[in-house]
């Protein structure tokens, strides 16, 4: 490898190889196991916390330098020697940053029927890890009423999308924002009844003229979490679900937090993965059809080649993303 004369694109420049290296699929071995070819990939804000030291301690482990990145993927199989899967099938699950993986066992993957015919990338946003982290978060945690008031934050997500619609189903004033005048619009469009800028409007002075606040779902933590707690009612729940504004540059003193004894609050942080077992049966029968039949609404935004994960994940975290960013590898 070594001898491999190399060359590296010139720095702030994309360079797209065409001179991919063709591969003997019939060759592999796959010791009983199956071929993936990668379809799609998601960019999601917790790949910011894997880029750490391995020694500090997490829920999800830290990526290793010299091996590849991995996040929750779409593949389809290309060959199978397992007699539980057939070429054309199409799994979701955590995939390496890879054109191709060998996979001795199908453990952690989801078989996807897709009988309404999603794109196969909306199984990474509203039909996967995000839309599921709503959809569970919010049936464990929101114990919500007709009439109540609800404020979401990251409102155009994948996740902040899925709470903003699963509340105008359950009859609640819904308060929410986002980080551009196109996010705003989206968020309207789901039927959102107070949406503001916060870039360019006040969270506090809103949520002082719209709250208080019977539920509050945390995207982003930091002023946001604080101006929430300001105006919460008594008996509030907390749904803390992200707190992406402190991602990059670290914890930010929460000033009101006082109000969790004052006002009876419930602060309920999680991570979807533990509410799996109880949710994912009913999430996956009843939000793919409802996407399917238009109930529920997506917006995505899709970028083509593996070589701009990087820019995607910067991107992410910057709040350019106008959507659910998710990386075409590869066409079937
Ligand atoms: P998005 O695709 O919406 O991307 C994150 C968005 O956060 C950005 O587009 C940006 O939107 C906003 N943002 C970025 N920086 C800031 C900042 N400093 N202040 C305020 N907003 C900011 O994300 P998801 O819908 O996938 O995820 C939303 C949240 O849910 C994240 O915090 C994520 O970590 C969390 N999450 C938690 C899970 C769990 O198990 N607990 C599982 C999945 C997600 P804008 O333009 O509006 O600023």
Not at 182 to 210: H, P, W
Request: with cysteine; proline share 5%; glycine share 10%.
């Amino acid at each position: 490898f070594n001898e491999i004369p190399r060359t590296y694109p010139e720095p702030g420049k994309t360079t797209v190889y065409d001179d991919k290296p063709t591969i003997d699929i019939e060759n592999l071995k796959t010791d009983g196991g199956f071929v993936l070819k990668t379809l799609f990939l998601s960019i999601d804000p917790y790949l910011r916390g894997r880029m750490r030291p391995p020694e500090i301690p997490s829920y999800v482990p830290a990526f290793k330098i010299g091996e590849p990145l991995e996040s929750h993927g779409v593949g389809v199989v290309v060959r199978s020697d397992n007699q539980g899967l057939k070429v054309g099938d199409h799994l979701y699950g955590m995939l390496t940053h890879e054109e191709y993986t060998i996979h001795r066992s199908f453990d952690g993957f989801r078989l996807l029927v897709n009988e309404e015919r999603l794109p196969w990338s909306v199984y990474l946003g509203a039909a996967g890890m995000p839309g599921k982290t709503a959809y569970a978060g919010w049936r464990e945690y929101s114990r919500c009423q007709r009439g109540q008031t609800v404020f979401v934050t990251a409102g155009a997500g994948p996740v902040g999308s899925m709470v903003i619609q699963l509340a105008r189903l359950s009859g609640l004033k819904i308060i929410a924002c986002a980080g551009s005048e196109e996010k705003v619009e989206f968020i309207r469009s789901l039927g959102a009844d107070v949406v503001f800028n916060y870039k360019t409007t006040s969270t506090q002075e809103v949520l002082n003229k719209e709250g208080p606040l019977d539920i509050y779902w945390d995207n982003v933590g930091g002023e946001a979490l604080d101006a929430a707690l300001s105006v919460s009612a008594v008996g509030a729940r907390f749904i803390e679900c992200g707190m992406i504004s402190t991602y990059n540059e670290g914890p930010k003193p929460v000033h009101n937090l006082m109000q969790v004894i004052s006002n009876n609050l419930c602060m309920h942080g999680f991570i979807v993965f533990r509410l799996e077992r109880q949710y994912d049966n009913d999430f996956y029968w009843n939000v793919p059809q409802m996407l399917g039949r238009g109930e529920l609404k997506y917006s995505e935004e899709v970028w083509r080649g593996l070589e701009k994960v990087g820019d995607a994940i910067l991107a992410n975290q910057k709040g350019m993303n106008r959507a659910k960013l998710v990386i075409k590898v590869a066409d079937e």
